[in-house]
């Protein structure tokens, strides 16, 4: 258990709304990710964090900002919801970048109707 | 264009057999590969990696093997339980920025068989 819990586990919401999912992690880990899983993708990285206030884009980081204003938080805004961003999307944690292990958090579900 | 890729959506193996399970790569920036197993309504488990630098990595009933020239790497499950019914996923790690960059298959499900 790496200590990371997602907000909320679920959600539906409508187009055109704004959307905001929290990581949370217990351990003060610098490194944090936001993916999103879909059908014939896997999971794809949309944004990444390497320390509080240093962030950037991932594979598919359209229609997507991220915040980190404390190591423990790390915030995905969905800025005006498209039936496309419909998906179950995770966080993830490392401790050193590099060659290590990432540890993913429980995932929000996540429906854009 | 994927660059990490798993052809193969769907494996069923009887309890008992081996499992092999593989992924294909086409960026030779990639300097460390793990497999992560994952049951439905759950985030990925870590399950082993494997650097760059070696060719094999064995922990317990996992190995995985790296064939650098063919880009090309493998996990092998032996003996398979009913427990490791799950989707597999390789993926593939590029540092940025001291981060690491995870490009992940597209996952295979494993069904294991009484």
């Known amino acids: 258990d790496a200590g990371i819990t997602q907000s909320p586990r679920h959600k539906v919401t409508e187009t055109g709304t704004p959307v905001t999912l929290r990581c949370h992690q217990t351990?003060?880990?610098?490194?944090m990710y936001w993916y999103r899983q879909d059908p014939g993708h896997g999971l794809r990285l949309i944004h990444y964090?390497?320390?509080?206030?240093?962030?950037d884009k991932g594979e598919v980081s359209d229609g997507y900002s991220v915040s980190r204003s404390k190591t423990e938080d790390f915030l995905l805004t969905l800025e005006s919801a498209t039936s496309s961003q419909t998906s179950v999307y995770f966080c993830?944690?490392?401790?050193?970048?590099?060659?290590?292990?990432?540890?993913f958090g429980p995932g929000t579900r996540l429906l854009v109707l | 264009d994927q660059q990490v890729k798993q052809n193969s959506p769907s494996l069923s193996v009887q309890e008992g057999r081996i499992s092999i399970l593989n992924c294909d790569y086409t960026?030779?920036?990639?300097?460390?590969f793990l497999w992560y197993k994952k049951y439905p309504a759950e985030g990925p488990t870590f399950l082993i990696s494997?650097?760059?630098?070696?060719d094999k990595n064995e922990d317990g009933r996992f190995t995985v093997f790296l064939n650098k020239s063919a880009k090309h790497l493998s996990l092998h499950i032996v003996p398979s339980q009913p427990g490791d019914s799950a989707v597999y996923f390789c993926?593939?790690?590029?540092?940025?920025?001291?981060?690491?960059?995870?490009?992940f298959g597209q996952g295979t499900r494993l069904t294991i068989n009484p």
């Open positions: 993830a944690i490392s401790v050193h970048g590099g060659q290590e292990t990432q540890y």
């Open positions: 351990e003060n880990h610098r490194y």
């Open positions: 964090s390497y320390g509080v206030k240093d962030t």
């Open positions: 960026n030779s920036m990639f300097d460390y």
């Open positions: 494997i650097s760059s630098i070696k």
């Open positions: 993926a593939a790690s590029e540092g940025i920025q001291g981060a690491q960059k995870l490009v």
